[in-house]
Antibody, heavy 119, light 106 residues
């Protein structure tokens, strides 16, 4: 069974940093591209970032480019999102997700981690 | 433009057919996906690659995509289908989500 278990959310002050983790199991982690998606309270889904299977290729939404870094440790089957220079508008539930198949949709999601940016 | 536009809300009576549209520039040239999200839960993929259903998704969910519009159709809608639905497509490896449609089963 594919499982994505997230950790690392919490309350952080504006300008601060936080790292989210997503531990994967039930599949060969190193075979799949992984994504982060966020959802502000009461709002819709917004794609944040993607990393390819060996970690050599990453891409970001304009809203987080230069502040967030996606990475992975295939030996530990874990995906990360390092978030720096956090702003109030980054407050959201952050989800990690895996595609169901190449060029497919996001078929597997973590449980979500709430990040609150507030003083 | 790489935006995807959905109606904010759709209402349907139990047992009837619900259709939710998603419009975007040349969307028919891209693979469209649909997600169902219930309050407090993670999204669930219900349609991918325009019309494919993941394992475990009921047959009453179907999808189509042509021109600039993708459509999610729920036949014989049940009360349990009441949720928010989001379309999504890939644009040069970046993900684009529609704004979401709240489906109400009256």
């Amino acid at each position: 069974e594919v499982q994505l278990v997230q950790s690392g959310g919490g309350l952080v002050q504006p300008g601060g940093s936080l790292r989210l983790s997503c531990a994967a199991s039930g599949f060969v982690f190193s075979d799949y591209w992984m994504h982060w998606v966020r959802q502000a309270p009461g709002k819709g889904l917004v794609w944040v970032s993607r990393i390819n299977s060996d970690g050599s290729g990453t891409i970001y939404a304009d809203s987080v480019k230069g502040r967030f870094t996606i990475s992975r440790d295939n030996a530990k089957n874990t995906l990360y999102l390092q978030m720096n220079s956090l702003r109030a508008e980054d407050t959201a539930v952050y989800y990690c997700a895996r595609v169901i198949t190449t060029a497919g949709g996001l078929g597997y999601w973590g449980q979500g981690a709430l990040v609150t940016v507030s003083s | 433009s790489n935006e995807l536009t959905q109606p904010p809300s759709v209402s349907v009576s139990p047992g009837q057919t619900a259709s939710i549209t998603c419009s975007g520039d040349k969307l028919g040239d891209r693979n469209a996906c649909w997600y169902q999200q219930k309050p407090g839960q993670s999204p669930v993929l219900v349609i991918y690659q325009d019309s494919k259903r993941p394992s475990g998704i009921p047959e009453r969910f179907s999808g189509s995509n042509s021109g600039s519009t993708a459509t999610l159709t729920i036949s014989g809608t049940q009360a349990m289908d009441e949720a928010d639905y989001y379309c999504q497509a890939w644009d040069s490896s970046t993900g684009i989500f529609g704004g979401g449609t709240k489906l109400t089963v009256l």
